[in-house]
């Protein structure tokens, strides 16, 4: 079993020193504490019922669970890490960020060690396996990402199913006629993804009341999958005149297939994406999009996250569920397609 001389040993700080960051019986600097409370967190360490008991006031620590899984963009994930970490450090709260595999043992050590006051979540399956463990620990949760069941959480995404809608509806009054739409892989989905089903549905949902088509594929996520992709998709659509994408690999990759291809935008074919504005300077994406709002879900997590943790709603008060109003950002990538396409 764990104990604290194991703990102090992987920290590299006395055995004395590690307790007293972990109980907070006397100060040490915000790094060691920070690095105590990690290798806490690593090695599955869990305070003894007296040293629990020590650490009954607040660590002014939000836990923050997030995975970099192989079939999603990773730039696209440190959006919302960034968005969550300077909130919380503007609020006067740490980070302590786990990126464990098996998020509902790595959520149970550190809710069951009280080394933070909270947890926000991330990558929120529809039937996420934390959600469980999430609903029975002391400390109040917040949600980036709509699972099923919103029960005992407070969430925050955008409105994939309105952004769905706006995409084609933004084409089909430009007077395009076949559309491709390009979501993240098929597994994200199978793993319970929804956020890839609600813009894909609602979207094809709105094609079929403009009279349009839309032809729905799943991309790759990594290089040069993606390119490949892209490539056999205008190969397989040619009378296509806009691509809309609800993947950021394929939004990275687009303008060099476009290049080699000789396929000017908006004039031979129409892009909208889905990415934010950060995403779009990160890798120089000339091409229109709906702001999927990272820093700011971020924001909105940890903030309504603190009230809860500072008791400044009731805990009478009900959870609440908030959706992003979808905004399309003009970068000049659509028009209406020429005769010789329509």
Not at 21 to 26: H, I, M, V
Not at 126 to 154: F, I, K, S
């Amino acid at each position: 079993m764990v104990n604290i001389g194991d703990v102090a040993r992987a920290a590299g700080v006395a055995r004395s020193t590690a307790s007293y960051a972990l109980t907070g019986k006397r100060a040490v600097s915000d790094e060691v504490r920070m690095r105590v409370r990690q290798a806490a967190m690593e090695l599955g360490y869990t305070p003894n019922a007296g040293a629990r008991a020590l650490a009954t006031s607040r660590s002014n620590v939000i836990g923050l669970l997030a995975q970099f899984l192989p079939d999603e963009f990773a730039p696209a994930m440190l959006q919302y890490l960034q968005g969550v970490t300077d909130t919380a450090r503007d609020l006067g709260y740490d980070i302590l960020l786990s990126s464990d595999a098996d998020g509902r043992s790595a959520l149970k050590r550190i809710t069951d060690s009280r080394m933070v006051d909270g947890v926000v979540l991330l990558n929120v399956a529809e039937d996420d396996d934390r959600l469980p463990v999430l609903r029975a620990a002391l400390q109040p949760g917040a949600l980036v990402g709509l699972p099923r069941d919103c029960t005992g959480v407070d969430v925050f995404d955008l409105d994939f199913e309105e952004a769905g809608r706006a995409m084609v509806e933004h084409l089909a009054r430009l007077g395009h006629r076949e559309l491709i739409l390009v979501s993240q892989p098929e597994h994200v989905v199978e793993r319970g993804g929804a956020y890839v089903w609600r813009l894909q549905n609602a979207a094809l949902e709105a094609a079929a009341a403009k009279g349009l088509t839309l032809h729905t594929v799943f991309g790759a996520a990594t290089q040069p999958d993606i390119g490949r992709d892209l490539n056999a998709l205008l190969d397989a659509h040619p009378g296509a005149t806009g691509l809309l994408l609800n993947n950021e690999a394929a939004a990275a990759a687009l303008p060099t297939v476009l290049r080699a291809r000789d396929i000017d935008v908006p004039a031979d074919l129409s892009v909208i994406g889905r990415y934010s504005d950060e995403f779009a300077r990160t890798f120089s994406l000339p091409y229109s999009s709906i702001e999927s709002a990272p820093d700011r879900l971020g924001r909105m997590a940890v903030r309504q996250l603190v009230r809860r943790i500072e008791k400044q709603v009731p805990e009478s008060d009900p959870y609440v569920v908030r959706f992003v109003h979808p905004e399309l950002v003009d970068r000049g990538s659509t028009a209406a397609p020429t005769a010789s396409r329509q």
